[in-house]
């Protein structure tokens, strides 16, 4: 249970999300629908909070985390690849006890198959728009995604 969650930014999260979140905290979840114009301003909205969602345009880095003593879980509100792709100073955060996820994996498959059923829809003459005059079967052809992660 955290005492103050802080949503630092416009998270993207749905209502339904900020009512199961609020079960977690103590106070009313404090909601900022724009991003922080500054380093101070960001330190501003998060100061005396144990928990602080972001989203990836708002970057927390050793001097913000250094300023807020109280944070004990960031939560990024976006996809995290890897330390050194992040918006928030992973290693700072660590050194301080502090845990931060991010979402991994985010939408992968579903990026893949919305890709597929695009492609046979215009493909197959489908809603609005056709590439060609006639529909073009699908019979011998090959369709795929190339790459190495699950959208490829």
Same mark, same amino acid.
């Given at each position: 249970m955290f005492n103050q969650i802080v949503c630092a930014d416009n998270v993207g999260l749905?209502?339904?999300a900020f009512e199961e979140l609020q079960k977690h905290s103590k106070?009313?979840?404090?909601?900022?629908?724009?991003?922080?114009?500054?380093?101070?301003?960001?330190?501003?909205?998060i100061q005396g909070a144990d928990c602080v969602l972001v989203s990836w345009r708002t970057r927390i880095d &050793? #001097?913000?985390?250094?300023?807020?003593?109280?944070?004990?879980? +960031?939560?990024?509100?976006?996809? @995290?690849?890897?330390?050194?792709?992040?918006n928030v100073d992973i290693?700072?955060?660590?050194?301080?006890?502090?845990?931060?996820?991010?979402?991994?994996?985010?939408? &992968? #498959?579903?990026v893949a198959e919305f890709t597929l059923s695009e492609l +046979?829809?215009?493909?197959?003459? @489908?809603?609005?728009?056709?590439?060609?005059?006639e529909p073009i079967e699908l019979q011998q052809r090959k369709l795929g995604i190339?790459?190495?992660g699950a959208t490829g």
């Open positions: 749905e209502a339904w106070q009313p979840i404090l909601r900022f629908d724009h991003d922080p114009q500054s380093k101070d301003e960001l330190m501003e909205r &050793d #001097e913000v985390i250094a300023k807020s003593p109280a944070i004990r879980y +960031i939560g990024m509100c976006c996809s @995290l690849y890897d330390e050194r792709s992040a290693p700072a955060a660590r050194a301080r006890g502090i845990e931060v996820r991010g979402v991994r994996d985010y939408g &992968d #498959e579903g +046979i829809r215009l493909l197959k003459g @489908l809603g609005p728009h056709q590439w060609q005059s190339i790459g190495m």
